[in-house]
């Protein structure tokens, strides 16, 4: 087995639709160790929607969405980074993290350390808005810092050719690609677009659930924008495959 691990610079950035892909473009079984917020579609079912690919039970299901340290303590829970080992698959496996690297799992340990722990190899999501440059930057030297192994740096958002090109060239780090924005993603925009939430789904189903049918077409947005974008092998051969 082998394993990749996708992080980000911060929260809501893209990780999970770039993870559906990558699981997708690879063939690859998906893994978030700890979910923080039930609420909303959660990215395992994201992941699942929109690559169809195997998704495994989370480490942690945690109702509150915050850091996971915090979600974890507002229902008692510890959690335990000796329970988090990367599970074993036939074929890769892409884990994603939660928020940025130096989120904390508990009161000692942060997913960077994490990480350094697996020593798989790692994959930044950026986004391409004012900030990232900042952002981006203090990633790689966090991650480097801890020895982790960065494959580059995946860029999310409408081009930006400058501010890519100078993360990239101060932060010595490969552009892996940049997934531009894509319409039809959203199961509810999905629906909504086609305008039959209340006929299709009378129980209140959304497209998440729904295997095939409408799902389909974010699916295949998804992995056409990928294969156009991003630099599958670079990513493969970190990988060794
Ligand atoms: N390439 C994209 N095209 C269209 N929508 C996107 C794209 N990337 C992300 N989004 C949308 O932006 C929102 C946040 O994306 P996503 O859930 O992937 O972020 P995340 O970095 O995984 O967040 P978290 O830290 O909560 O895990 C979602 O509504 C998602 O559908
Ligand atoms: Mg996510």
Redesign the pocket.
């Given at each position: 087995m082998s394993a990749i691990v996708v992080t980000?610079t911060d929260?809501?950035?893209?990780?999970?639709?770039?993870s559906a892909g990558l699981t997708a473009a690879l063939q690859a079984s998906y893994w978030k160790p700890v979910q923080s917020g039930l609420e909303e579609e959660t990215?395992s079912q994201?992941v699942a929607r929109l690559s169809g690919r195997p998704v495994l039970p989370e480490g942690y299901l945690l109702q509150l969405p915050a850091s996971p340290h915090l979600s974890a303590e507002a229902e008692g829970v510890e959690i335990d980074p000796d329970s988090l080992d990367l599970p074993q698959v036939d074929g890769v496996l892409v884990a994603?993290g939660?928020?940025g690297v130096m989120v904390p799992l508990n009161r000692e340990m942060l997913y960077l350390d994490l990480f350094a722990r697996w020593t798989a190899p790692v994959i930044l999501?950026a986004r391409t808005q004012l900030g990232t440059i900042n952002h981006t930057l203090l990633s790689l030297q966090a991650l480097r810092g801890a020895e982790c192994d960065v494959v580059g740096v995946v860029f999310?958002g409408e081009a930006e050719a400058d501010v890519e090109q100078t993360i990239c060239q101060f932060g010595k780090v490969a552009h892996l690609g940049r997934?531009?924005?894509?319409v039809g993603?959203?199961s509810e925009t999905l629906a909504s677009d086609l305008g039959e939430v209340q006929s299709a789904f009378p129980g209140g189903r959304s497209g998440a659930d729904q295997p095939g049918g409408r799902s389909e077409a974010g699916t295949e947005a998804l992995a056409q924008?990928f294969a156009t974008h991003i630099d599958i092998d670079t990513i493969k051969k970190a990988l060794q495959l």
């Open positions: 980000g929260t809501g950035i893209g990780k999970t639709v770039f990215d994201v994603e939660a928020g999501c999310i997934l531009p924005m894509i993603l959203r924008a």
